[in-house]
Each structure stands twice: as C-alpha cells, then as structure tokens.
C-alpha cells in the first residue's frame, strides 16, 4: 500500500508544531504502542498507522479484528488539556463521520455505524505527563474502520465496509481525507468543548428515538445528549443520564 504521508504531515503539521506520521507494516495494536511511549515520557503528536495489528483493542476490553488492506487501523497521539473531556469521543466521531460520508452515523458513545452495521469504531485512552503540567494529559485517539467487507465471522450482525458507500476507498485516501479535519476537529474540542460538537453528534444519531437496552438490564427510549454528551435514556424510573463508559447500549431489534 502506498501511503501519502507527506501530504498528511503537509495538512497538519502547521496546526500541531513537532508532528509526525509514522506507517508500520505490523504492531499489537496503535494505542498501545503510542501508550507504551507516552509512558516512557514521549508525548510529541504523532499519527500512528499500523498496516496490520495482531492485538487490536476496543472499548471494555474486547477485541478489534482487522486484516491488511481491508481496513484501517491508526491512532493519533497529542498532548490534550480540555476543560472538560466528555464528550470527546462523540466529537471524533462526528468529524470522521463528517469527513467521509452524509450517510454514516453514530451509536454512542464511539462507534460509526452504516444503517444497523458497525462501520467503525473509536478507542480514547489517555497518560499523564509527569508533572501534570497544567492539566494537560497525553491523548491517544485510535480508529479503526472497515474499508473492504469481509466474512461476519462470530459475530452476531455482519460489519458494514466503507466501499459499500465509497467503492473506490482505501485506506491511504480515507486516512488522508480524516486526518486534517480531526486535527482540527480535537484542537476545537480542547478550545470548546463538547458544546461544539452537540449539534453536530445529534445530526447522526443513531439511537435517538430508538428502543434501547443497556447492558446493566435497564430498557428504554434513547432520548439524545446532554450537554456533557452523556446520553440519555427514558426509562420507566424516569430519564437517566448515562456516561459510564463501562455501560453498552444496544438498539432494541426494529
Ligand atoms: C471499539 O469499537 O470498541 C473501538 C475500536 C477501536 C479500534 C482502533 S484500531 C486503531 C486503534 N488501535 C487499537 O488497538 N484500537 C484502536
């Protein structure tokens, strides 16, 4: 695969003084690598891509599956000190979502979904600096999409592929077409907050309006978010807000 780094590099390195681009055939996975780093003290902004990853990660410790050339898989790593960080991962995923295509929407709280179809995924984690240096933090944004379809496997609904939309995408254009608008985009969030990203998340939301369940056994109705992006839910104890992000919530069948 060919990768246009430098046109990458050329887009953000203005916005992101000291940034690099960096490919690697094979890692376990681009958070932990960038993770590992951040915990030996480097904390320069770098997007990591990772050709293929053999311990992909995502949220509640499962597992990311991915194959070469079939989907990308990459983390953008930078120093981050918000007011506020939640809501983070609903404002990557509208700018991704927005980058790539009017009909990709979101399940809260960071997946990209087409239709009923998990498209994407987005895994923040983040380290801190040794001196805490005015509550700025290491961030580490990993994306993962599916560009090519590939065989449903265990799962129980089949992966949605990017070239289902997008017929001619690969990974080296659709990573072009994401990375200076997420700059941008986390450098507006440090700026603003989830306050600027409201708008834009609730444009895609997948679930509002839709029957849900959470996996701690509570059913509802999806009701959009709050302010601070926690989302909520009409339930027969009255509306919950939900921000743990160690809930997952689920659309009843239609
Ligand atoms: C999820 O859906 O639970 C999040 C998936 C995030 C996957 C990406 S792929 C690049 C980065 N490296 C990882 O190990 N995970 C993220």
Do not use: C
């Not at 916005?15 to 996975?29: A, I, Q, R």
């Amino acid at each position: 695969m060919i990768w246009r780094a430098e046109a990458i590099w050329e887009a953000v390195a203005p916005l992101l003084p000291g940034f690099t681009v960096e490919v690697l055939p094979l890692l376990d996975s681009t958070n932990t690598e960038l993770m590992r780093r951040a915990r030996k003290g480097l904390g320069d902004p770098v997007l990591l891509v990772a050709e293929q990853q053999n311990a992909g990660r995502g949220r509640l410790g499962r597992d990311w599956l991915s194959s070469a050339g079939d989907s990308l898989t990459f983390s953008l790593g930078l120093p981050l000190a918000p007011a506020d960080w939640s809501g983070l991962s609903l404002a990557v995923g509208a700018s991704v979502a927005e980058a790539l295509h009017p009909d990709i929407v979101l399940k809260w709280p960071n997946d990209l979904w087409l239709g009923d179809r998990k498209l994407g995924g987005i895994l923040i984690e983040t380290a801190s600096f040794g001196d805490g240096a005015a509550g700025a933090r290491y961030a580490v944004i990993g994306i993962g999409l599916n560009i090519a379809p590939r065989p449903p496997g265990g799962l129980s609904t089949p992966p949605a592929a990017l070239r289902e939309l997008l017929p001619q995408a690969d990974g080296p254009a659709v990573l072009e077409r994401i990375a200076g608008p997420l700059v941008r985009d986390v450098q507006r969030f440090e700026r603003d907050g989830f306050a600027a990203f409201r708008h834009r998340f609730e444009q895609r939301d997948a679930l509002r309006g839709r029957a849900v369940q959470l996996s701690d056994g509570t059913a509802g109705t999806a009701q959009g978010v709050d302010a601070g992006g926690s989302l909520l839910v009409h339930t027969a104890a009255g509306l919950q807000a939900i921000s743990s992000s160690e809930v997952s919530v689920r659309p009843a069948a239609r």
